[in-house]
């Protein structure tokens, strides 16, 4: 009988194990599957990027600068967080701070109550009551009235030092903390300073490219878009995913947000889909104006399929939604995520520029459902 009972306890917490061991193994899979497709995506930007940039000496010319444009801006954009964490970090240390010294004006109240306390029972109390050892009630009374004051007294002191001592401590590292805050303003000054030249080098550039380009079927072939490359690019980004499976369990479906997906920064459109760019090639995305450095956000949950330099796209980078969907954002200033990362909703990815051929700062946008581009604004809200 024990043992039938024994069996019937060990069956599930086997069963248990064997779906543990069996999860570990599924975990390890897709992880090693993952890391293989991270390697392949990096060969192929690579690769792409290699392609792009040999085109002419214009265009090498051009990827050069924004990448290292990209750099700068991708320092001062960790600056800038880093910034942020600190302010944040010393914004507690201040309530800390309120809330130590709101503790000791307390505690030093409580501690001159009990003084008065004291006092009011008498100088020499204690003495007094032992000579006179007519009343033993209460000569005990009083003297654990003395007990319970001086204990109290005792704690209340102990309280006091270590609320002293840690308000010292955090006085002391708010201090720290906003001797780095203002190193990392003085980083950012310079960092700032340094963007702001990267910049202006990059638009005397490509002032000098387009001078040297006059014609604009040269400057077109040189620096614009080409929709085949990005087509292929599409097609091997599309066979790579191919064997991934899904990891976004319990995450709604990008089909299901139609119409409810928000916008990936907020500005004017300044051309829309379909519209006629100088090349004659029709626009398979929508165009916002925006301020270098604005925040990119990911329309919706996915994964990064490509982050790198494309002709004609600049700063380029594609998140895949999984079931044949994709958002592009391309003319970015700097890229904050790589090939492989999942991103949520609303999450930073990149920052607005004009990589690419732009002239203007802002970002371009596109959405592609199995590789054909679809109006973004049906989907955006």
Request: hydrophobic letters at 45%; a neutral charge; aromatic letters at 4%.
């Amino acid at each position: 009988m024990l043992a039938a009972a024994l069996a019937c306890v060990a069956t599930p917490l086997a069963a248990q194990s064997t779906d543990a061991a069996q999860r570990a193994a599924q975990e390890a899979e897709a992880k090693k599957k993952l890391d293989a497709v991270r390697l392949e995506l990096r060969a192929l930007a690579e690769q792409q990027r290699a392609a792009s940039g040999e085109r002419d000496e214009a265009n090498r010319a051009l990827r050069d600068k924004d990448l290292a444009l990209s750099a700068v801006a991708r320092d001062v954009h960790a600056l800038d967080e880093r910034m942020a964490e600190q302010q944040r970090r010393i914004d507690e240390l201040d309530v800390e701070v309120g809330r130590l010294e709101q503790a000791l004006a307390g505690q030093r109240e409580t501690l001159a109550a009990l003084l008065r306390s004291a006092y009011a029972l008498g100088h020499g109390e204690e003495l007094k009551l032992l000579l006179q050892q007519d009343d033993v009630a209460a000569i005990s009374r009083v003297l654990a009235y003395h007990r319970y004051f001086q204990r109290a007294q005792v704690a209340e002191i102990d309280r006091m030092l270590a609320d002293m001592k840690r308000l010292s401590e955090v006085k002391a590292e708010a201090r720290a903390a906003a001797d780095a805050l203002a190193q990392t303003r003085a980083s950012r000054a310079a960092e700032g300073a340094r963007l702001e030249a990267e910049r202006t080098e990059r638009a005397t550039l490509l002032a000098r490219i387009e001078a040297k380009l006059k014609d604009q079927g040269a400057r077109i072939a040189a620096l614009g878009r080409s929709e085949s490359e990005l087509a292929s690019l599409l097609e091997r980004l599309r066979d790579v995913f191919a064997d991934i499976p899904a990891q976004l369990a319990g995450a709604e479906s990008f089909a299901s947000r139609r119409g409810r997906l928000a916008w990936p920064l907020q500005g004017k459109v300044v051309s829309g889909f379909g519209a006629v760019d100088e090349s004659g090639r029709r626009s398979g995305g929508v165009l916002l104006a925006a301020k270098a450095g604005t925040p990119v956000h990911a329309v919706s949950h996915g994964r990064v399929a490509f982050a790198d330099w494309l002709r004609g796209y600049g700063l380029l980078l594609i998140v895949d939604h999984g079931d044949g969907y994709l958002s592009l954002y391309g003319c970015n200033e700097t890229l904050l995520k790589d090939v492989g990362d999942w991103v949520a909703a609303g999450e930073t990815i990149a920052t607005s520029g004009a990589s690419g051929e732009q002239k203007a700062a802002g970002l371009y946008f596109e959405l592609r459902v199995k590789g054909q581009a679809v109006d973004p604004r049906a989907w955006l809200r």
